[in-house]
């Protein structure tokens, strides 16, 4: 069993910055792929990042390319996700995922969530 929990979020105001973190217990995450998602009041939870489980390998939703960095520190157990220039449209809770299989993570049918953090950026 692995067990994700991401810290961070908090409110912030545009053009803020935040970086969010996913501290794994329960087993290390050099065997898992990472992943954040995100998911905003009313829509459906969203694809934002992933890293492959060697730390080779990003991947980023189109739509977020420049804004979104994803990073991992196998040594701390940790995965973190910085957010530069933050705007309204960001405001979700943003999960962590992880598996064992890279392009799980990337489509969300993962083994294993966290319960998210809640990022807020008002105007």
Known sequence: QVQLVE???RLVHTGDSLRLSCAASGR???DYGMGW????SGKEREF???ISWSGGRTYYADSLKGRFTI???????????????LEPEDTAKYYCAADRQDIRVRVGRVEYWGL???VTVSS
């Open 7 to 9: 810290s961070g979020g």
């Open 28 to 30: 290390t995450l050099r």
């Open 37 to 40: 998602f995100r998911q905003a």
């Open 48 to 50: 934002v990042a992933a």
């Open 71 to 85: 990073s991992r520190d196998d040594a701390k157990n940790t995965v973190f996700l910085q957010v530069n220039n």
């Open 116 to 118: 998210g953090t809640l």
